[in-house]
Each structure stands twice: as C-alpha cells, then as structure tokens.
C-alpha cells in the first residue's frame, strides 16, 4: 500500500513538473517571434473567454504570452497564430475578484467583450498570481498615459 501511495506521488510531481516546463517551453517559443523592439511587457498569461471563466474544472481556453507594445496589449498562444489585440485606448482594464485563490483582470472591449487573464506559477503548496497584479498595474499605468 505505501509503496503504490509513494509512486504515486513520485508520478504526480513529474507531471506537475512536465507541465510547467511544457508551458515555459510555449512561452519562450511565442516571446522569440514578437521581434517588435517596442515591447516593454510580457509574461506567461492563462486566458480565459467570458464562456469558459468560472466554469467547471478547467477555468481558461489558453496559456501563452501577454505582452504590451505601446498603447497595444497582445496575447499570443502559439507561435503561428495572429494574436488578439487589445487597443488600450479603446479597451477598459480592471481588477476582477479572486476567484480559485487566484488574482485576475480583464479587458473588455469596445463591443462588451470580456477577457480574463491571470499569471499564476505553480508552488509546493499554494499557486502564486502576483505577477497578474504586476501585469494589471503596468497595463493601467499605460492606459492613464
């Protein structure tokens, strides 16, 4: 019985491991084909639609890469893929309530269209989505600019 709970346990790491690493790996592949030499913000952002945010087991459509060029936002999940755009001057940017023990904000777009993004990295026993908060104020200071 032990020995089954301790490889199990063993598993459960290496997957929480893999998938970390996985994202990384996304991330940094998404970062090195934005060759803007305006970027002056980017992170690995979980995205969610307002269909999928606070539903059921998997809270986000996506992971990928949050970055900001000038007045612009753009969050980009693949390397081949045309990246949603977001035109601070247009959008509004606000903090939403934790949900999931994790931060959030959203953009919502002229036509009412809401986006939720949250940065959260895997710990040892608790998830950490401060850089969420480094995001949103970054993103506001660009938008009262």
Same mark, same amino acid.
């Given at each position: 019985?032990?020995?089954?709970?301790?490889?199990?346990?063993?598993?459960? #790491?290496? #997957? +929480? #491991?893999?998938?970390?690493?996985?994202?990384?790996? @996304? !991330?940094?592949? +998404?970062? @090195? =084909?934005?060759?803007?030499?305006?970027?002056?913000?980017?992170?690995?952002?979980?995205?969610?639609?307002?269909? @999928?945010?606070?539903?059921? !087991?998997?809270?986000?459509?996506?992971?990928?890469?949050?970055?900001?060029?000038?007045?612009? #936002?753009?969050?980009?999940?693949?390397?081949?893929? =045309?990246?949603?755009? !977001?035109?601070?001057?247009?959008?509004? +940017?606000?903090?939403?309530?934790?949900? @999931?023990?994790?931060?959030? !904000?959203?953009?919502?777009?002229?036509?009412?269209?809401?986006?939720?993004?949250?940065?959260?990295?895997?710990?040892?026993?608790?998830?950490?989505?401060?850089?969420?908060?480094?995001?949103?104020?970054?993103?506001?200071?660009?938008?009262?600019?």
């Amino acid at each position: 019985m032990l020995t089954g709970a301790i490889i199990g346990a063993i598993i459960g #790491v290496l #997957v +929480v #491991v893999f998938t970390f690493f996985a994202k990384e790996q @996304r !991330f940094n592949k +998404v970062l @090195r =084909t934005i060759t803007d030499p305006g970027l002056e913000y980017s992170a690995m952002y979980h995205h969610a639609s307002a269909n @999928r945010y606070k539903k059921g !087991f998997k809270y986000f459509d996506s992971y990928g890469a949050l970055y900001l060029i000038g007045k612009n #936002v753009y969050y980009k999940k693949s390397e081949t893929e =045309t990246p949603l755009q !977001f035109n601070l001057n247009e959008c509004t +940017v606000q903090a939403e309530p934790d949900w @999931r023990l994790l931060k959030w !904000f959203s953009i919502t777009t002229p036509g009412g269209e809401k986006h939720y993004f949250n940065s959260s990295k895997m710990g040892a026993l608790k998830n950490n989505s401060d850089e969420t908060l480094v995001g949103l104020k970054k993103l506001q200071d660009k938008k009262a600019s």
